[in-house]
């Protein structure tokens, strides 16, 4: 009979043939090395490359998700799992070699009822860290990390999972329900500080690296989390 995982990844994909390779084979060298059983399951929404394709052949677990909606992507590529610790990791990011062994570490840790991970952008330029600084304020002071969110099955179902009735920053208000949720269980939210994420610069790669920076509007709009306009514009309409 098969084993049961020790962890299950989560994946949301959207034509994401560029970068879904990188991304699972990341995941699972990353648990190779850290000796853990990883299954992995990629939500595919709308897509009409070679995502499943590829996903399928490096051994993930595909499902089917096809609302415009991230949160429920993430929510049906989470359901999709068996394993009662999950991580989320975006197609378009990747593990280093190290990630899966703080995370298999954290996640199983009681202190802890989940958490993030930093995020290292795979370039770096002036406009780069100019936008992230800008992006700092609507986060700074909520006592959360993102990127890579971890944390037991029973954590992620008492939260709800992902807001649906959210077309962008699910994953910051997912962040702060979950710290919300340990708080309440005397436990902390964490941050895999040497155990992070590396991530593409394709938005910065596609509109610019000062794109946000000259449309600090659109900072705004975005992460008011409602606006169809501004996520269409910046996510889901993006070329890939």
Same mark, same amino acid.
């Given at each position: 009979m098969p084993t049961t995982p020790d962890i299950s990844i /989560?994946?949301?994909?959207?034509?994401?043939?560029?970068?879904?390779?990188? *991304?699972?084979?990341?995941?699972?060298?990353? /648990? %190779?090395?850290? %000796?853990?059983?990883?299954?992995?399951?990629?939500?595919?929404?709308? *897509?009409?490359?070679?995502? %499943?394709?590829?996903?399928?052949?490096?051994?993930?677990? *595909?499902?089917?998700?096809?609302?415009? *909606?991230?949160?429920?992507?993430?929510?049906?590529?989470?359901?999709?799992?068996?394993?009662?610790?999950?991580?989320?990791?975006? /197609?378009?990011?990747?593990? %280093?070699?190290?990630?899966?062994?703080?995370?298999i570490r954290h996640v199983h840790d009681d202190r802890y009822v989940g958490g993030g991970a930093t995020i290292w952008p795979e370039r770096w330029s002036a406009g780069i860290v100019t936008t992230g600084f800008m992006v700092l304020p609507y986060v700074i002071g909520k006592g959360i990390s993102a990127g890579m969110f971890w944390c037991q099955r029973d954590a992620f179902e008492a939260i709800g999972g992902f807001d649906e009735r959210l077309i962008s920053v699910e994953d910051v208000d997912f962040a702060v329900r979950l710290r919300v949720l340990g708080k309440a269980r005397g436990q902390r939210f964490g941050t895999l500080w040497r155990g992070g994420i590396i991530t593409s610069c394709r938005k910065f790669d596609h509109f610019g690296d000062w794109y946000l920076v000259r449309n600090p509007g659109l900072i705004r709009r975005i992460f008011t989390g409602h606006d169809r306009k501004a996520a269409d514009l910046y996510y889901y309409d993006v070329e890939r």
């Open positions: /989560a994946i949301p994909a959207h034509n994401e043939e560029r970068y879904i390779g990188r *991304c699972i084979e990341s995941v699972f060298l990353s /648990a %190779q090395r850290a %000796q853990v059983n990883a299954e992995v399951v990629v939500a595919l929404n709308r *897509c009409t490359d070679s995502t %499943q394709a590829i996903a399928e052949s490096l051994g993930a677990r *595909c499902v089917d998700e096809e609302r415009k *909606c991230i949160a429920a992507v993430r929510n049906a590529a989470v359901r999709g799992g068996t394993a009662k610790a999950l991580a989320t990791l975006d /197609a378009d990011s990747w593990m %280093q070699p190290h990630t899966m062994a703080a995370l």
